[in-house]
């Protein structure tokens, strides 16, 4: 009984393992490259739904938190130790957390291990999320959508300006991060046909997260809170720390998307960082539906496919803000009103309206 | 023991207005308790700065004989006194059940990490948090309705079912901000009955309320503000027929 | 630093800074009427910027100037117009987003009628060389123009809400909009003018600055934020705060370029952004029950 709510999780792993060997089998495998890419992006737009659609607060500052994680994957493994390595390089090598690799002129590069630089991305995010979200998520309406813009804003001002963040170049040079045994997240295209499914599981593993959080005590608070403050508090809900709580877990989600993301396309850039990449993870949430997870992921895969493959050509930004519009005044419950059972949200509400 | 709220020397200024003025009361355990005054009196932010809505000025608020003066209101309701809204606040897009469910809140502890991992031990509690809405919902007679979009019920049904989430908290002391406002004679009369048997279930009640006839009918004990000072105290019958409470206040209706 | 250097940073960031108070009462029209914060009002500057830079090619500048301002101004009016009619039930959340859109809208438009190239408009007057000295310090007429027009500007607005019949209509809508609707003021065309007058004075902005800090077709969202943050600092919706807090943050800025690198101008403006938000969301002149009750 309890296992029927993942049903859709082994439906969507399904699904994964058709689109592989469709592709594969005609000879079109270099799609899954680009789907790959859009699931991490899609899961940057799951996250930002539960705190938008679910718990009612915007954030135009996501992509923040994605360059966040994205560029502390980066730095840590690009830095190379083996140049006069310090104490603490000596003690990370002792416990077998430093890897090497070879550069394309034949140099050794000594670095950090990714699982620690991981660790390192969420305790960053983390930290910035406490000391930007503690503060902002108390803001309402339009100040918190400035203040999060703004955020964002400080995010890619600074990758952009810093010379030890590559400035307008960012990195290139990123090396693949080794899962475990043969499984690494790595953009060649020998790893292309695992990577889309490491991509499809994490996907699939924030899918499932989400949707049991909608679904619990925790769930039914964040609705309450988008629904009535006052009326949430009255029954006892810390609202300041239920909404700090989906920030922070939106922001370690995107985070995380960007630190896999930046392993596999081997680099980021400040372009990662933009404000126009805020506006899209909110674009494909608000055409998602909103409080719509499964609707947020297939439009996030879609569109940033379909961005990705250049389908919109020198209008990739316009076609975003087209869709913010058109959702607004044709569609504001989301253009998935109606999805068939396994998708369908729970309560049939659509916490969007208000 | 002590009484189960206790007010003392309450005050509150809205800029120059003098709101409230050095009010004491006591609200004991098994009462149905009504604070009643004329528009203006001072009921709402008495009632407001009780609830953890409005911060006092001065004085103090026990319950149980703790202070909670000045506490949020979140922790207020944590500690078992439950409100409900002068124009009811369910949360429209959210079913009937969902909103009772959600009055349940204190009453169990899954936070995020339950939330997002969903262990074994939050599947049970989940479950009595259903079982117990549910049995809720029953009680006043809104089990049919569970499934129903809150924002659609008629005005009756919706104060029925703020009732309903605000008594799934199994509250202590529950406070009723005006709850026969805009309910018709016979809807009236049903809320009489539902509020005495909500005493039965050992609920104590604080109820500020313009319908003198309820009042009347169900208080067992009274408090007349006015001007934000307290004028008299007393049971029904003796503050029915006391001159002063009369002129200032009934003097209207029944002088 | 010496004395004559502090001036000339000083006039600098007084220049911008006239700038920023201007897209403010941009800001502040709009949310006056609406309740709205238009998330596209730095679009409007680079707008008709671009289009005075347009026309100039064809009529001589004051012409060039007018027609942009006009322009942009049809254009602001249609927006709004359509905006409260197309969007069903409006709550703030759907309202961002529309305007967000639109910003992204107006941008790719610019981009796509003209181009990503870096443009400027002539000085109205004189010429890079033609300086006034000003206790040591250069002050270029341009500079002057600016100045000149963000105060024509203020005091235009302030006697046109003092003393007309509509601009007291406007100011009834923002007191209540209902109120104003049952007294017999067409809301919903005070809103039409609103974004008509907040984009016509967005543009003339855009045409004044251009000559001093030239015009490319992404320069509307930092001038959105900080047009905001000066909004907000000088408590939303009054506008002669605005000035001061324009020209406050104007100069900030300029001396900041002391302390940070240039990649940071921008991310010190939305410091201070944060940090008012955060500690004095009601502004610096602005008492914190009337925030209170405008926030929603």
Known sequence: MEGRRYIPIVLLLLAAVGVQLTLSACDAAYYLTQLTMSLYYAIVAVGLSLLMGYAGQVSLGHAGFFAIGGYTAAVLATRNLAVEPGAMARALGAMGLLLQREDLYGQTIVYLSPWVSLAAAILLTSAVACVIGVPVIRLKGHYLAMATLGFGLIVYYTVLGAPGLGEADGFSDVPGFRLAGPLEVNGRSAFRVQNFYIACVLAAGVMALGGNLVRSRMGRALRAVHEGEEAAQSLGIHVARAKFGVFLLSALIAAVAGFFLTHYNGGIGPSEATALKSVRYLAIVAVGGMANLWGTLIMGVGLNFLSLRGAFGSFDDAVFGVILIAVMVLAPEGVFRRLPWPFRRKGGDDAAAA | MPPLLEVRGLNRRFGGLHAVRDLEFDVEEGRIQALIGPNGAGKSTVFNMIAGALSPDGGDILYRGARITGRAAHAVAAMGIARTFQTTRLFPQMTVLENVQVGRHIRSSAGFLAGLFHPPWSWREEREIRRSAMETLEKLGLAALAGTTAGTLSFGQQRLAEFARALAMEPNLLLLDEPAAGLNMHETAALATLLTRIREWGITILIVEHDMSLVMDISDHIVVLNQGAKLREGRPAEIQRDPEVIRIYLGDDHA | ?296
């Open chain 3, 1 to 296: 630093m010496s004395a004559e250097q502090a001036l000339q940073y000083c006039l600098a960031g007084v220049t911008v800074g006239s700038i920023y108070a201007i897209v403010a009462i941009g800001f502040n029209i709009i949310y006056n009427t609406t309740g709205i914060i238009n998330f596209a009002q730095g679009e409007f500057v680079v707008l008709g910027a671009m289009t005075a830079i347009s026309l100039h090619t064809v009529t001589p500048l004051p012409l060039a100037v007018a027609g942009a301002v006009a322009i942009t101004a049809a254009a602001g009016g249609l927006i709004g117009a359509g905006l409260t009619r197309a969007v069903k039930r409006p709550t703030v959340l759907r309202l961002i987003i529309v305007t967000i859109g639109l910003s992204i809208v107006l941008r790719a438009a610019v981009l796509h009628i003209w181009d990503e190239k870096v443009r400027a408009l002539p000085f109205f007057t004189g010429t890079e060389v033609s300086s006034v000295g000003f206790f040591g310090a250069r002050i270029t007429p341009q500079a002057l123009w600016v100045l000149g027009i963000c105060a024509v500007t203020v005091a235009g607005l302030t006697l046109f809400f003092r003393h007309t019949l509509t601009g007291r209509a406007m100011r009834a809508c923002a007191a209540n909009r209902t109120a104003a609707g049952l007294c017999g003021i067409p809301v919903g065309r005070m809103v039409t003018l609103s974004f008509t007058l907040s984009a016509a004075i967005g543009a003339l902005a855009g045409c004044a600055i251009s000559p001093v800090t030239q015009t490319q077709y992404d320069m509307g969202a930092p001038l959105a934020i900080k047009g905001f943050t000066v909004a907000i600092l000088g408590g939303m919706g009054n506008s002669l705060a605005a000035v001061a807090a324009g020209l406050l943050l104007g100069v900030l800025e300029s001396f900041s370029i002391c302390i940070f690198p240039l990649a940071y101008q921008h991310a010190v403006s939305i410091a201070v952004l944060l940090a008012v938000l955060v500690f004095r969301p009601s502004g610096l002149f602005g008492s914190r029950d009337v925030s209170a009750l405008k926030e929603h």
